[in-house]
């Protein structure tokens, strides 16, 4: 059984700190994870990894992945208010239709 | 292109009752399926679907049925709604299943039964 543990489950921080968000997993035959962020409304997509792509940067939002030591961590630099929100980690297995969604963090950035 | 659609966005039911939630994608998605969210639980997969006539369970499919007759529509049907199944409803859609390519999720739909 497919399984992804996220840590911590919330944290605050204060505008302009640097959060790291951490998502440890078990997959049968990995084939990619993916970071959502979820507000008060639907999960919005942010990055997918796979064994042929470790590293993902957009804007203050960077992501890795170590599949030797089966985790990913989300970074965000200079956090602002508006990063406030869930983020959720999934992986999916290849030869599988399923994703695997862990908790999720959340995380509160206050002024 | 409206992307994923689901209603009604709030639905209130009592023990018993049954209902349908619509889902449509516009985007010619081969996969479709259905998740809920609980508080403290993240989102756990109900039914999906990787093409018409195809349909295959998820982590906690009880209490719920799934048909897909064409590949725009997922209706999700509660058959004797029971207090348990108080949740939000996210409904979600992609190409290719199985290679964890971005999945669209739709607005969701707020249950609670009574």
């Known amino acids: 059984e497919d399984k992804v543990v996220q840590s911590p489950l919330s944290l605050v921080v204060h505008e302009g700190d640097t959060v790291t968000l951490n998502c440890s997993y078990e997959v049968t035959n990995f084939r990619s994870l993916l970071w959502y962020k979820q507000e008060k409304k639907a999960p919005t997509f942010l990055f997918m990894l796979?064994?042929?792509?470790i590293e993902k940067k957009s804007g203050r939002l960077s992501s890795i992945l170590d599949k030797k030591e089966l985790f990913s961590i989300l970074n965000i630099t200079a956090t602002q208010t508006g990063d406030s929100a869930v983020y959720l980690c999934?992986?999916?297995?290849?030869?599988?239709?399923?994703?695997?969604f862990g908790k999720g963090t959340k995380l509160s950035v206050i002024p | 292109n409206a992307g994923v659609t689901q209603t009604p966005k709030f639905q209130v039911l009592k023990t018993g009752q049954s209902m349908t939630l619509q889902c449509a994608q516009d985007m010619n998605h081969e996969y479709m399926s259905w998740y809920r969210q609980d508080p403290g639980m993240g989102l756990r997969l109900i039914h999906y679907s990787v093409g018409a006539g195809i349909t295959d369970q998820g982590e906690v499919p009880n209490g719920y049925n799934v048909s897909r007759s064409t590949t725009e529509d997922f209706p999700l049907r509660l058959l004797s709604a029971a207090p348990s199944q108080t949740s939000v409803y996210f409904c979600?859609?992609?190409?290719?299943?199985?290679?964890?390519?971005?999945?669209?999720f739709g607005p969701g739909t707020r249950l609670t039964v009574t």
């Open positions: 796979t064994s042929s792509g």
């Open positions: 999934a992986v999916a297995g290849a030869g599988s239709y399923q994703l695997t």
């Open positions: 979600a859609s992609s190409f290719f299943p199985g290679t964890g390519n971005e999945q669209y």
